[in-house]
């Protein structure tokens, strides 16, 4: 069966710095991979997906994630955090259409 | 992109009646979609796939008749939560796939937050 971990439930970044978010999954063959972003209240948007290719993907708002098959992560990362990507952030891993969700890491902002 | 829409928004009910969530996809049609719940702080379980024209697919502990699935048409699917109890409050959300410059993708709703008093 196939899961997500995301091992920080929540973090704190100063407005400019650098982020990484943590993804660990697991799945018996090539995963399709994503991050997902969801401001409070809201549903989801795509940030990026990893399917098959180059293993650093760039995504939209900035974002990449670096796919890395043999520490099956996907961590994503953002060079100069803005107040507006302040939300909370879901890995994802699919084998088809059903995607399994991580956990969630819920970024906070500070001036 | 491909565009998603979920109604109501917002909805609140008595205990013991039953609520529809409307799933529409505005722009594309949508022969599967899919549903979600989102606990508070928590992440999305997939609860079931809506399938046009035929049976939902359920997910394991998920009961087929307390949620009612059904997808009449290429671009509408609806969630009823039959006899709604507090413990079914909670956040829902639909998906849908189209296909994009990237490939086949997952586009989802605005979510529904259903709250039971």
């Known amino acids: 069966a196939q899961s997500v971990t995301q091992p920080d439930i929540h973090i704190t970044v100063s407005e400019g710095a650098s982020l990484e978010l943590r993804c660990n999954y697991s799945?018996?063959?090539?995963?399709?991979l994503f991050w997902y972003v969801q401001s409070p209240g809201q549903g989801l948007q795509l940030l990026l997906k990893?399917?098959?290719?180059?293993?650093l993907v760039q995504g939209i708002k900035g974002f990449e994630a670096e796919f890395k098959r043999s520490q099956s992560s996907f961590n994503l990362r953002k060079p100069s955090v803005h107040w507006s990507d302040a939300a909370e952030y879901f890995c994802?891993?699919?084998?088809?259409?059903?995607?399994?969700f991580g956990t969630g890491t819920r970024l906070t902002i500070i001036p | 992109g491909a565009v998603v829409s979920q109604h109501p928004s917002w909805v609140i009910c008595k205990s013991g009646t039953s609520v529809k969530i409307e799933c529409r996809s505005l722009?594309?049609?949508?022969?599967?979609m899919f549903w979600y719940r989102q606990f508070p702080k928590q992440s999305l379980m997939l609860m079931a796939t809506?399938?046009?024209?035929?049976?939902?697919?359920?997910e394991q502990g998920v009961e087929k008749d307390k949620f009612l699935i059904n997808h009449a048409s290429l671009t509408l699917s609806t969630l009823t939560v039959t006899s709604a109890h507090p413990e079914d409050s909670s956040f829902y959300i639909c998906?849908?796939?189209?296909?994009?410059?990237?490939?086949?993708?997952?586009?989802f709703g605005e979510g529904s937050r259903l709250t039971v008093l």
């Open positions: 994802a891993v699919s084998g088809n259409e059903k995607l399994t």
């Open positions: 998906s849908a796939p189209s296909w994009t410059s990237g490939g086949r993708e997952l586009f």
């Open positions: 799945y018996g063959a090539t995963p399709y």
């Open positions: 722009d594309f049609q949508a022969t599967t």
């Open positions: 990893y399917f098959s290719g180059d293993t």
């Open positions: 809506s399938n046009e024209g035929s049976k939902a697919t359920y």
